[in-house]
């Protein structure tokens, strides 16, 4: 056994051990301890090694799709060197929050032969004791253990180990770890009556633990904010690629734009594409026949229904989608009445724009009573938040909150003063489909009724003057979106109102030429730079037409254009209009005029990207000092002029201050855009390429891993600016040395690339 060295200390420190305390006589070899501290030191055989445990609850998924960007903040919260740490994955049910825990365990193994894992089913104290059995048997600890005791040891005896990664999977109900929603608010809450509270069971010291969940509310609670990663969507990529394996087939050149559409549709979330492929491989069929399927309403719901049987899930536990988000809307039921009631309200309404006012109103004939008559216009008017037989806003509130832990609900506002909110159409129709069942026909009658009802009320119909009110409205709602810079959504609300603009006011009248104006805008956010010139060469036409060739919106057409000729790489076509429209500007609106500034900045943008770093420094210096002077300090105009010196600063080998301008950008536009506007990712962008360009390479990895998951979920897939993420990523991984998987990004990044037909600039991420 070895050599045994005992060691007493002149005062006495209670020692716990992995069984219990140490005290008394026999403890070991019939030593008697009275008092101290004991030290055993064990000089045996370095080649005996400890005892490794395995309990994996699935065999390895050969057919797992690698995440890059999740595996690599996973690997980046939870290094293989790591001790004392934990983590969370969480999301909606069917993200794959298994399936990436499952692989990051066998990953550990592999890596480390000294590692012991253990999987625990959290999903309630039923299943928790279950399996901490279990791994008792496995440590061998007393058969004669129960309740308290037995859980006790088990976490003893995990943390007595040197090493080992335990996953706590599918813990949904965080009632059962001490995490308690407020009881005086939301009065149905029956949730969290548990005897014991399973966190004190839950080992922390010397190993990893990651746990997986459906709700938001582990983040900040179980594990920090910082170490939960939200397991959303896949990439257009990677659900392609889990499509085809899953399908065991190719997606041919001639069903690509169908599989594409498909994954769309299915909003690429795993379960549901793991689903599909299942569907499609075993009946023979295409993405084609199985969109044709789920365009059929009742027929949708009945391929979304269908469960393969899946060796990587528990025995017993459908992998339809449906079913799947079915077990959430019963936690959400039990937790929050409240909240169960708006969702079933709100899966009978338009999926996106889902205003707050909406929700209070759907709260408010929830708690009410509801006639069989269909609401007309004279029995309607206009609700205020808050009246009728709506409770306090604020318990409204909290149910959204919680619909939005569950990842039913997502906001899609954050200025503090209006709420915007959008569901997924597929959740809508799980919802709709848990109230079609036999039992429950009166229900789905019941809250389609009130679904009409909050239409009815919140827009009864308006007179001709609504059509003026509907135009202004959708400006104003355009111009909001393009501030906040959320592109996508701001791209339908410009096609709305440059059609209804062109057939109520003709094609050349000049609110038309703006609507137009503004979806080329919108284009060219969006990285659709040869769909935004097409628009800008035509609006720039009819205002020559319509303003004549001198007017301010004529000039700006001009300018506008040159800025989508730079994109598409045509920089000396764009530095030849840029020079005639500051000539033009200079004359017509005068020096110090924000737009005449403003292409100033574009001609050194222009000068920048041509090489001609010193004329543009040069003019950039002279239009950040007029706008400070003229528009202040933390003008979005100003902190991008800020943002475009420190590039050229980047280019000249001036690091520290380039730097030293980033970081002062990148605290303005958090402060003034927000956390997820595309010019606050592009500034982090920036502070990362410096950071590497000064070799500090692990500061600029971390940077580059959270922009490129930002502009994956605001931007999407195939933005320009999300394809230079990647490539940013790949090359911060090359000089870490990290080359196979700077390799598979690069590879990844060019193919995307090519797909979408658009260039990727090696330059500063301006």
Known sequence: MGELEVVTAPHTIPTRSAFGQVQGRNVIAGQNILGGTVNFNFHGDPSVRPPVYRLFPFPRNEDVVHRHALFAELDQLLPLSGASQSAALWGLGGSGKTQIALEYAYRRADKDPTC???????????????????????????????????LTAVRDGIEALDSYVLVLDNADNLTAFGVGRDQSVGGENTAGKLARNLLGFVPWRSGTVLWTSRDKRISGSLVSAKRAINVARMTDREAMALLETVGNRKIGEEELDDATQLLAELDWLPLAVSQAAAYIR??????????????????????????????????????????????????????????????????????????????????????????DEIPSDESTGRATPGSDNADDDDEVLYATICLQEFSFLHSRVSDGTSRTYEM??????????????????KAEVHFSKL???????????????????????????????????????????????????????????????????????????????????????????????????????????????????????????????????????????????????????????????????EESEKIKVEVLTLQRDILGERHPDTIRSMANLAATYLELGRFEEAEK??????????????????????????????????????????????????????????????????????????????????????????????????????????
């Not at 959290?122 to 037995?150: P, Q, R």
């Not at 936690?331 to 709100?346: G, S």
């Not at 020096?591 to 100033?600: C, G, L, R, Y």
Request: charged share 30%.
């Open 116 to 150: 012991s894992v253990f999987w625990v089913h959290a999903d309630d104290e039923t299943t928790f004791v279950s399996d901490y059995k279990t791994i008792a048997k496995k440590l061998k600890i007393s058969t004669d253990l129960d309740g308290d005791e037995l």
């Open 282 to 371: 075993r009946m023979s069929t295409t993405p084609r026949e199985y969109l044709s399927k789920l365009a059929g309403h009742r027929k949708g719901q009945k391929v979304m229904l269908k469960s393969e049987f899946d060796r990587h899930r528990r025995p017993g536990l459908s992998n339809s989608i449906f079913e799947t988000w079915n077990i959430s809307m019963e936690q959400i039921r039990q937790e929050n009445k409240m909240a169960y009631d708006i969702l079933h309200v709100l899966a009978f309404m338009d999926s996106q724009s889902i205003s707050f006012e909406m929700i209070i109103k759907a709260a408010s004939l929830c708690s009410g009573k509801l006639t």
């Open 424 to 441: 997924h159409k597929l959740v809508q129709e799980a919802t709709q489909y848990a109230l079609r069942r036999s039992d429950r026909r």
């Open 451 to 613: 679904a009409l009802q909050v239409v009815m009320d919140l827009f009864p119909e308006r007179g001709r003057d609504f059509w003026g009110e509907s135009s202004s409205l959708l400006t104003r709602v355009s111009n909001y979106l393009y501030d906040r810079g959320r592109w996508r959504e701001k791209e339908p609300v410009d096609k709305r109102t440059y059609e209804f603009r062109k057939k109520k006011l003709g094609e050349k009248h000049p609110d038309t030429i703006k609507s137009m104006a503004n979806l080329a805008a919108t284009y060219h956010a969006q990285g659709r730079y040869k769909e935004a010139e097409k628009i800008k060469v035509v609006a720039l036409a009819l205002r020559r037409d319509v303003l004549g060739e001198k007017h301010p919106d004529t000039i700006w057409s001009t300018a506008s254009l040159a800025t989508t000729y730079h994109e598409l790489g045509r920089s000396e076509e764009a530095e030849k209009i840029n020079v005639e429209v500051l000539a033009l500007q200079r004359d017509v609106l005068g020096e110090k005029h924000p737009d005449t500034i403003w292409s100033m900045g574009e001609l050194a943008a222009t000068y920048h990207e041509l090489g001609r770093y």
């Open 661 to 766: 301008i980033n970081v002062e950008v990148m605290a303005l536009r958090r402060d003034v855009l927000g956390e997820k506007h595309p010019e606050t990712i592009r500034s982090m962008a920036n502070l990362a390429a410096t950071y590497h360009e000064l070799g500090r390479y692990e500061e600029a990895e971390k940077i580059n891993v959270e922009v490129l998951a930002l502009r994956r979920d605001v931007l999407g897939e195939r933005h320009p600016d999300t394809l230079l993420a990647m490539h940013d990523l790949s090359v911060t991984w090359n000089s870490r040395r990290r080359r196979p998987e700077a390799l598979a990004m690069m590879q990844e990044c060019f193919q995307l690339q090519c797909e979408a037909g658009k260039a990727l600039s090696s330059k500063p991420n301006v």
